[in-house]
């Protein structure tokens, strides 16, 4: 390979670990960055390790010595978060909704940046009619309304966390995917990418070898945006009873609590620790997103 071309391909190769490298180098600057990454290795460990740290499976109803249904017991006593209407341990339906949640986060942003990324790929890459075609799928996607197409999505389908996957991965990509576009136009004219078309490379080796990883830092600040939605989106979905009964997730306890009338009753300990882990979990991924986006764009440090 001639010294130019083997120099656009350890550019391309290096984009992305440089990227990366400048990521956690900003990581250890930023607090908000550090954040973010803290509360997201919480939520994992806990997510990880459910079995072990929940006292009580989630779904079973407990009783107390007498042999009534322990319902609405307090916090801090026999029940470190209390117990639900029907005698549901609180503190352990909190930890496996980490599970229910990162899950969800995790699958749906994963499939929200593949999607987008390679539709902006080719669509910047090729140009032409392939990018005519696909821009004009975005702009149909983008003018549905997402949580809606989740609800009906929900009403054709078993209730289950899975909606929320599926309803981001055909919605939520275009956004994705017109930054990338974007991006794709600028990079397939630079220097390396002409190098590596003289040395004969195949259209598909330029695409994945020498612009792809140029575009990933922008995918992974969509992604860890993706995250929290999804989250956000599932809490939305169970909260208005399209999600499953029989899974524990944060949406559900804060539909079973607005249903036994928790607030109204007092019972703060049973709708505000998912309500907080809801919020954590979202400003995290706005926190990450915050540390790419001075990676990529430098001057907003200023």
């Known amino acids: 390979m001639p010294a130019t071309a083997e120099a656009g391909a350890r ?21 908000f960055a550090t954040a973010g990454i803290l509360i997201y290795t919480v939520f994992l ?24 249904v322990a319902s609405n017991q307090p916090p801090f006593g026999a029940f470190i978060l209390g117990t639900t209407n029907l005698g549901r341990d609180i503190y352990s339906q909190l930890i496996y909704g980490a599970r229910s949640a990162l899950v969800v986060g995790v699958t749906a942003a994963f499939a929200v940046v593949l999607i987008g990324t390679l539709v902006g790929l080719v669509a910047g890459f090729f140009r032409g009619v392939a990018d005519m075609i696909l821009m004009r799928v975005a702009d149909v996607a983008l003018g549905i309304p997402f949580l809606p197409f989740v609800i009906v999505l929900a009403s054709f389908r078993e209730p289950s966390v899975w909606n929320v996957v ?10 994705t995917s017109r ?8 990079l397939r004219e630079r220097t390396f990418v ?12 330029i695409l994945f070898v020498h612009i792809a990883p140029n575009v990933l830092p922008l995918s992974f600040v969509y992604g860890s945006i993706a995250v929290g939605w999804a989250i956000l989106t599932e809490a939305s979905v169970s909260f208005l009873g399209f999600g499953p009964t029989d899974t524990a997730s944060w949406g559900s306890m804060l539909q079973q609590a607005y249903a036994a009338q928790a607030l109204s009753r007092g019972w703060y300990h049973w709708f505000v620790p998912p309500g907080i882990c809801i919020i954590l979990v979202v400003v995290a991924g706005f926190f990450v997103s915050r540390g790419f986006e001075e990676v990529l764009f430098p001057k907003l440090r200023d």
């Open 11 to 31: 550019r391309a190769g290096g984009g992305l670990l440089a990227g990366l490298g400048r990521f956690l180098t900003l990581v250890r600057r930023d607090p």
């Open 45 to 68: 460990f806990v997510a990880v390790f459910a079995d072990q740290l929940a006292t009580h499976d989630p779904n079973q109803i407990l009783y107390r010595a007498n042999g009534r």
């Open 166 to 175: 599926i309803g981001m991965a055909l919605v939520v990509w275009p956004s």
């Open 179 to 186: 930054v990338i576009r974007s991006q794709v136009l600028s």
């Open 194 to 205: 002409e190098a590596a078309r003289v040395t004969g490379s195949s259209q598909a080796r």
